[in-house]
């Protein structure tokens, strides 16, 4: 009985990460300004990594394996979003035509 109930637990955290990596793909594909789709696959991989990581620590039990899943999700919430913010500094720094796409602030 509890083998079931393990298995549709994760079963729906899977579904849930696939579906967060379908999302992503179109929002990809979905927004034309490269800081949105940045945003879109930086959100969509984020979410969609711990879903499926957590499904995965679930299905293996407690051991070894799930201390390294653990370790991943930790790893790539340090570095997806960090890379991600530097990406987003380089467009903006490098794009002659940003203004027609993003409102600056004016500086004081």
Known sequence: MGEWIRFWIVAVILTAGILCYILEVVGVFRFGYVLNRMHASGIGDTLGLFCITLS?????????????????????????????????????????????????????
């Open 56 to 108: 995965l620590m679930i299905a293996s039990g407690w051991n070894l394996t799930t201390v390294k899943l653990l370790l991943l999700i930790v790893f790539m919430w340090l570095t997806s979003p960090t890379s991600t913010h530097f990406l987003s500094m380089v467009e903006m720094n490098t794009n002659p035509y940003l203004d027609r796409y993003v409102k600056r602030r004016k500086e004081s």
